[in-house]
């Protein structure tokens, strides 16, 4: 059998370097700012934006040979990490357990960060007469590690207006919700899963407010779960899908501070 887990999206949290996403309402959406200006290079600025939150970009030629508006560098390449306690990835297949989660990441423009999560102590709880391990590695099967691939975050408006953070599979700088962002195995015999879609949390630290710290809530009912799990048919040899849920409370933390901006 073969699963994903959508266990890492959470830690993944991405944390909090997150990305402006224009939200489908009529209002500016969140944004994470970490935006400077530059100074003038022989009369000209040569920043790749135009605005003080380093959403709106330059153009080549104004980047190239300089010019009078885009005075802003979006500070790209910060470092993120983030920690965790419980992390549990359900559905109607598997219930796995971990019992803590760290990650670390890159914020890659104003819009998007990356990043990549690993979960301890994971087991699936639903086995008999023991709960049984869960790895991402066979040959640590002894660890009970389930590590995710790398992911891309970004940042959008709830609803209700909170501020949600989405998770998906990273291709390149885009997100791919059809790719696997996580995978496991549990046990012997060995049962494989994989996970892919879109994971979504509350973010949990206030908004505009300068800080180095985050957190995002991921919970049932909270944003966007439409996590889907993808395993094999031990009778058929089928692949067949279930949808699946997970629920973790992640605390990010960078290297500089961020705002994250919603008006």
């Not at 022989?42 to 709106?56: I, L």
């Not at 104004?62 to 965790?84: P, Q, S």
């Not at 048919?233 to 705002?259: G, M, V």
Request: aromatic share 8%; charged share 25%; net charge negative.
């Amino acid at each position: 059998m073969e699963r994903r887990s959508g266990i890492a999206g959470p830690c993944i949290v991405v944390a909090v370097a997150l990305s402006a996403v224009i939200a489908a309402t009529a209002q500016a959406s969140p944004e994470i700012v970490s935006c400077y200006k530059t100074v003038k290079v022989e009369g000209v600025y040569k920043g790749h934006y135009k605005n003080k939150t380093c959403t709106e970009k330059a153009s080549e030629e104004e980047v190239d040979l300089g010019g009078r508006a885009n005075k802003y560098e979006f500070d790209a390449g910060e470092k993120w990490t983030v920690k965790g306690k419980t992390v549990k990835l359900v559905s109607a297949e598997v219930d796995v357990v971990c019992s803590k989660s760290a990650g670390s990441g890159t914020v890659l423009t104003p819009t998007q960060l990356s990043g990549v999560f690993r979960f301890n102590g994971c087991t699936e709880r639903s086995s008999e007469p023991l709960p049984i391990g869960c790895n991402t590695y066979p040959e640590s099967l002894e660890k009970d590690e389930i590590n995710t691939r790398r992911l891309i975050g970004v940042i959008g408006e709830g609803a209700g207006g909170e501020v949600l953070v989405s998770f998906t599979r990273q291709a390149g700088t885009e997100p791919a919700p059809q790719e696997s962002f996580a995978e496991f195995q549990c046990g012997g015999p060995v049962t494989s899963f994989n996970i892919y879609g879109t994971l979504s949390g509350r973010w949990t630290e206030a908004v505009n407010k300068t800080t180095k710290k985050g957190g995002i809530d991921f919970a049932v009912g909270t944003g966007e779960q439409a996590l889907i799990e993808q395993f094999s048919n031990p009778i058929s040899d089928e692949l067949e899908e279930d949808p699946a849920t997970l629920e973790s409370t992640q605390s990010y933390k960078f290297a500089d501070k961020y705002e994250m901006r919603q008006e």
